[in-house]
């Protein structure tokens, strides 16, 4: 499945719980918001505010690119 970074920047706004700064912090912790989205689970809770409750919503996001496709072709 090919993701582009807009698109990815876009899936983890759309994931619950994580908010603009966790975000941020995903984002330059894993070098992209691509890469924090396939970041193995002990990188992700290096990061100050990312938590074990946050690991289900972030390593759920496949089922968001499905909206998110259907929504760039409207």
């Given at each position: 499945?090919?993701?582009?970074?807009?698109?990815?920047?876009?899936?983890?706004?759309?994931?619950?719980?994580?908010?603009?700064?966790?975000?941020?912090?995903?984002?330059?912790?894993?070098?992209?918001?691509?890469?924090?989205?396939?970041?193995?689970?002990?990188?992700?809770?290096?990061?100050?505010?990312?938590?074990?409750?946050?690991?289900?919503?972030?390593?759920?996001?496949?089922?968001?690119?499905a909206?998110?496709?259907?929504?760039?072709?409207?």
């Amino acid at each position: 499945m090919t993701l582009t970074s807009q698109q990815a920047v876009l899936l983890l706004c759309c994931i619950p719980n994580l908010g603009p700064r966790r975000i941020k912090k995903l984002i330059d912790h894993c070098n992209g918001a691509i890469n924090a989205l396939e970041a193995p689970i002990d990188k992700l809770l290096e990061i100050n505010g990312i938590d074990p409750s946050h690991l289900k919503h972030i390593r759920s996001w496949k089922p968001y690119l499905a909206d998110l496709k259907k929504r760039e072709k409207e």
